[in-house]
């Protein structure tokens, strides 16, 4: 079956760096991603879409400047977290249509931690 | 008014019952629905979709749609312990790409 791949699965950095989350479509193309973010005890909430080529069309109130998405190819999408502060700690989760049906298959998520 | 609503429980129920989920939806237009499984600290596993009214049954999980009312149930049959999880609802609005996700239902099935 589809498989989403994501790494890392976790990450604990500093307050003030950047942290890059890489989302990879291991046996089909994926022209479209998508970046969740859940805090706990909360649902996925959807942060932005990944288009491939072109710029990701971000959720009301996720800032753009500060989660940088790309999507380069059709197998690879990036979301990275610029300037990183406490409050961004929590459990981002990509996902990309499979193309099979019009479900989605979701990778294993990744818990960052900015201490 | 959200797109998705779930009751977010929690829901208990004693091992070998069935639990009863239940996800209601705002836009009519909406086309597919989906029920995911989340254990604590991972991601969403796809358990079921469905398109149409009606049941839909795979093993011991039930789907069932109801459009004129705009909801989707998931049933689980014969409960065990290892269904206790929070169950997502997922709604395709309308053709577009986008899911919206119901706020998920935590259910714990008592050994």
Known sequence: ?115 | QKEVEQNSGPLSVPEGAIASLNCTYSDRGSQSFFWYRQYSGKSPELIMFIYSNGDKEDGRFTAQLNKASQYVSLLIRDSQPSDSATYLCAVNIRTGNQFYFGTGTSLTVIP
């Open chain 1, 1 to 115: 079956g589809a498989v989403v791949s994501q790494h890392p699965s976790w990450v604990i950095c500093k307050s003030g760096t950047s942290v890059k989350i890489e989302c990879r479509s291991l046996d089909f193309q994926a022209t479209t991603m998508f970046w969740y973010r859940q805090f706990p005890k909360q649902s996925l909430m959807l942060m932005a879409t990944s288009n491939e080529g072109s710029k990701a069309t971000y959720e009301q109130g996720v800032e753009k400047d500060k989660f940088l998405i790309n999507h380069a190819s059709l197998t690879l999408s990036t979301l990275t977290v610029t300037s990183a502060h406490p409050e961004d700690s929590s459990f981002y989760i990509c996902s990309a249509k499979t193309g099979m049906y019009y479900g989605y298959t979701f990778g294993s998520g990744t818990r960052l931690t900015v201490v």
